[in-house]
């Protein structure tokens, strides 16, 4: 004989249901749950606002987007969850099955969207809403669930549910960085969580509540757990694939290398002939083949014009800047500092790109160095004849910090007497405030400033601002310097010359960017669109 309720499908649950262990071994297990659907909770979240960092680069929009889209959709599912409360077992189990289903293949969908229909924005907040709508639903479930099983006044099952939801979040948080992502990938990793979320808030209340669950009910939530667990375990046998054919759709040329490092994404492409090979870092180019040397000559001679024996260079971890620094054989000392390890590893080992460099990473005049810019300044003691600002483009927190005036003033402290220092800025005609407040910042740590500008065809129009302390420093090719294949003196007088409509104009801002005041990014926001 069955032990199964004999109701309609459509049945309310009883008030006291019969479970299958005493109920305070059911009121752990639904605490367990609470703990382990809260830790899933945040990594979802967390994930959404990781791969808009990661695509757009943009963490502080993203990060407030996904948090204000999901908290405000939790409140409107703790709200609707009201009219699921006559059944809180089936319908927990229902709300964590889409929750595991959705929040499993979030990062997958997002990246389709952003890869294939240029609809990431729509799709982030879509998501985001859904996934917090889920969320919010949980708690006034669980608290039916709770109160059924074991009597309990109303504040005292707030401050257990909200004490193991707190508890899970912290762990959910903490695996995310440390375990999650270097272990198994932004894709793989969510869709392990998924899995362990069906399981949890599933298959843990079809068994514990299932003499409380008609036999329709029972088949419907094993279905849809296994339905749930075969789709989330196929999107993780095929993510890999997946999220190659997403990655080739953004990129014009064919993939060669592809690696996500501690720091960023790492891309290299390679034309059909073989005549352009391109690096991309977190989806910004850093150079190609056919006109790297256009840029890196413009950046690194003209601060060479004065003494040059000892050079700092900060960022270029492509070693391309280098090697044009290594062509003066009166230089006597570099120092490389670049974030990430596995770039300088790439530009050693990748035959096309050591060949670009010419091998400058290994020489023995070079000390590489393998750490943040702006902290490797701040510990640093020595001066240097040149310092070689070769750095990302200001489009977050995290590299806004070294287009800052403590950052300036910093690298200020590094210049021997005499010094030059030299900045990329960006481009003055796609982004020309950000690039005039570059040179603002510059001057607002104590330096004096010369802007110029040249063409890189797979860049367009670049600047640089090179600076010095006392007076304003003279644009020119050094008295001796080696052979270049697109800079002289003619193109660097030339170079000064800006369009009228990109010259500084009153009506551009004069504030410049700081620590606490990253106007830069501002500056940086809505360049480059239309083009």
């Known amino acids: ?289 056919l006109d790297e040397y256009r840029y890196h000559e413009s950046l690194v001679h003209p601060a060479m014009a004065e003494a040059h024996a000892s050079v700092l260079i900060l960022g270029g971890g492509d070693g391309l800047g280098l090697r044009e620094v290594l062509r003066y054989p009166d230089v006597e000392r570099v120092v490389l500092v670049d974030l990430d390890p596995a770039v300088v590893r790439l530009a050693r080992t990748e035959p096309v790109i050591s060949r670009l460099n010419e091998g400058s990473l290994d020489d023995d005049r070079v000390d590489v160095v393998n750490a943040d810019a702006f902290n490797w300044l701040r510990d640093n003691d020595e001066r240097f004849d040149v310092v070689i600002a070769d750095l990302p483009d200001p489009d977050d927190v995290g590299t806004a910090k070294l287009y800052s005036v403590e950052f300036y003033t910093l690298a200020e402290r590094a210049m021997a007497e005499n010094a030059r220092m030299v900045v990329q800025s960006g481009s003055p005609y796609f982004a020309a405030q950000a690039y005039w407040s570059v040179g603002r910042t510059i001057q607002g740590a104590g330096l004096h400033t010369t802007p110029y500008n040249v063409d890189v065809p797979s860049f367009g129009n670049w600047g640089f601002h090179l600076a010095a302390a006392g007076t304003a420093p003279d644009v020119r090719m050094p008295s001796e310097h080696p052979e270049t294949r697109f800079l002289d003196e003619e193109t660097l007088a030339a170079a000064q010359s800006f369009p009228k409509d990109r010259r500084p104009s009153d009506t551009d801002p004069e504030l410049a960017s700081t620590l606490l005041h990253p106007r830069i990014i501002d500056y940086h926001r809505g360049a480059w669109q239309g083009y």
């Not at 069955?2 to 459509?10: F, K, L, Q």
């Not at 917090?132 to 109303?154: V, Y």
């Not at 095929?238 to 040329?253: G, H, V």
């Open 1 to 289: 004989m069955s032990d199964v309720v004999a109701a309609p499908t459509g049945a309310d649950e009883p008030a006291k249901p019969r479970l299958p262990v005493r109920p305070r071994v059911a009121r752990f297990l639904v605490m367990l749950g609470v703990f382990i659907c809260a830790a899933c909770g945040l990594v979802y979240e967390l994930s959404l606002v990781a791969l808009g960092s990661y695509l757009l680069g943009d963490t502080i929009t993203q990060a407030s987007v996904v948090l204000s889209v999901m908290v405000f959709a939790m409140g409107i599912g703790s709200l609707a969850s009201k009219r699921l409360t006559h059944r809180p077992a089936f319908y927990f189990a229902v709300i964590e099955g889409l929750l595991s289903l959705i929040g499993g293949l979030a990062v997958l969908l997002l990246y389709a969207a952003f890869a294939w229909f240029s609809l990431y924005q729509p799709a982030l907040i879509g998501i985001a809403f859904v996934l917090g709508a889920l969320i919010g639903a949980e708690i006034p479930l669980l608290m039916t669930l709770i109160q059924r099983i074991r009597k309990q006044d109303a504040a005292s099952a707030v401050a257990d549910l909200f004490a193991a939801d707190y508890v899970g979040a912290l762990i959910g948080g903490l695996a995310f960085p440390f375990l999650l992502l270097p272990v198994f990938g932004l894709p793989r990793g969510l869709l392990l969580v998924g899995a362990v979320n069906a399981v949890m808030g599933v298959a843990v209340v079809l068994w514990l509540f299932r003499r409380s669950l008609t036999r329709a009910s029972q088949a419907l939530l094993a279905g849809g757990l296994a339905l749930v667990l075969l789709v989330l375990g196929s999107a993780f046998a095929f993510s890999e694939q997946f999220e190659l054919s997403a990655r080739q759709a953004l990129y014009r040329d064919p993939i060669v290398l592809s690696e996500r490092s501690e720091y960023q994404e790492i891309v290299v492409t390679r034309a059909f002939d073989g005549t352009d090979l391109r690096l991309f870092l977190n989806g910004d180019l850093q150079f190609s083949s």
